[in-house]
């Protein structure tokens, strides 16, 4: 429940924020925080699932960016993205 909660949350802010290409998300990543489109499908993934709920427990689901906030470095999320 807390994935589904999540993808809402992030997609109800960042369609009040700057627009993601309808199948995609912008998510949030590392110091600079660094904005990311990537697709939907993506929260199927196991590691991204893992990130999800790591976002979760340290920000709850108070994204001020306009997108979800991950809580990783800019090289893991490419990592596990690419």
Known sequence: MGIRKALFSANEVSSK???APKGYLA???GEKMK?????????NHPSFQDML???EE???????MGGLTI???EDVFQC???
């Open 17 to 19: 924020a700057v627009h």
């Open 27 to 29: 998510v949030y990543v």
């Open 35 to 43: 904005r990311f489109v990537i697709p939907v499908l993506y929260l």
């Open 53 to 55: 709920s790591q976002a």
């Open 58 to 64: 340290e920000f709850g689901y108070d994204h001020p």
């Open 71 to 73: 809580p990783c470095s």
């Open 80 to 82: 596990i993205t690419s």
